[in-house]
């Protein structure tokens, strides 16, 4: 059974816990934690020597590198058909973003859109998954030119950000999403990795 952190925040108070705390509380109490993966929320560090309690896979988002930003026009790219230029604004500064994402591709040569799309936004220097490669290769960010356009960040699918294995689109944000803020405190989880284990049956005496 998958179960996420922000679910269990809806239903009893877990705060001052971390998600080592409640994996252990949740085994104690005959729920065994096989695994946590982690989608944004900071990873647990270890000193030498110390034993790590549950295994444990995923990416903590840097709070300055990957972000809340919205996508103002999506433009044509100059070279290449089935790529486009997004004008997107981080909270700080507007940028162009190169992408070849199918959802919003038929929002190119529309003119500035009437409602900014909320978008995940990982800028130059951002540590998240290669979309491209299979299984989960990690990748940090660095400017490169693409058929001719400087590419030097870009809007993340979940494959990019260790969420789930989809990379056919971008992250699509609720309209209310904070601009600037950092993506873990808007979307930043742990997903616990329950068995569920059958009760001793007893026969009677």
């Given at each position: 059974m998958k179960l996420p952190i922000s679910w269990l925040k809806d239903f009893i108070d877990i705060d001052g816990l971390t998600v080592e705390d409640i994996a252990r509380k949740l085994t104690l109490a005959g729920l065994e934690v096989d695994e946590i993966l982690y989608a944004g929320l900071p990873m647990p560090t270890y000193g030498a020597g110390e034993k790590h309690e549950f295994k444990t896979n995923g990416i903590g988002w840097d709070r300055e590198k990957l972000v809340v930003a919205e996508i103002r026009e999506v433009k044509?790219?100059?070279?290449?058909?089935?790529?486009?230029?997004?004008?997107?604004?981080?909270?700080?500064?507007?940028?162009?973003?190169?992408?070849?994402?199918?959802?919003i591709f038929h929002l190119k040569g529309a003119g500035k859109l009437p409602k900014p799309i909320k978008v995940a936004y990982a800028k130059?220097?951002?540590?998240?998954?290669?979309?491209?490669?299979?299984?989960?290769?990690l990748t940090t960010l660095k400017r490169a030119k693409?058929?001719?356009?400087?590419?030097?960040?870009?809007?993340?699918?979940?494959?990019?950000?260790?969420?789930?294995?989809?990379?056919?689109?971008?992250?699509?944000?609720?309209?209310?999403?904070?601009?600037?803020?950092?993506?873990?405190?808007?979307?930043?989880?742990?997903?616990?990795?329950?068995?569920?284990?059958?009760?001793?049956?007893?026969?009677?005496?």
């Amino acid at each position: 059974m998958k179960l996420p952190i922000s679910w269990l925040k809806d239903f009893i108070d877990i705060d001052g816990l971390t998600v080592e705390d409640i994996a252990r509380k949740l085994t104690l109490a005959g729920l065994e934690v096989d695994e946590i993966l982690y989608a944004g929320l900071p990873m647990p560090t270890y000193g030498a020597g110390e034993k790590h309690e549950f295994k444990t896979n995923g990416i903590g988002w840097d709070r300055e590198k990957l972000v809340v930003a919205e996508i103002r026009e999506v433009k044509a790219h100059p070279n290449a058909d089935k790529l486009t230029l997004l004008d997107l604004f981080d909270g700080q500064q507007e940028q162009v973003v190169l992408t070849g994402a199918p959802n919003i591709f038929h929002l190119k040569g529309a003119g500035k859109l009437p409602k900014p799309i909320k978008v995940a936004y990982a800028k130059e220097g951002a540590t998240i998954y290669d979309g491209h490669a299979d299984g989960l290769v990690l990748t940090t960010l660095k400017r490169a030119k693409i058929r001719g356009v400087d590419s030097y960040s870009m809007v993340c699918s979940e494959k990019e950000l260790g969420i789930t294995e989809e990379h056919e689109g971008i992250i699509l944000l609720d309209d209310d999403a904070p601009v600037g803020m950092p993506l873990v405190d808007y979307i930043g989880d742990a997903v616990l990795d329950i068995s569920i284990l059958p009760n001793m049956a007893r026969n009677a005496m």
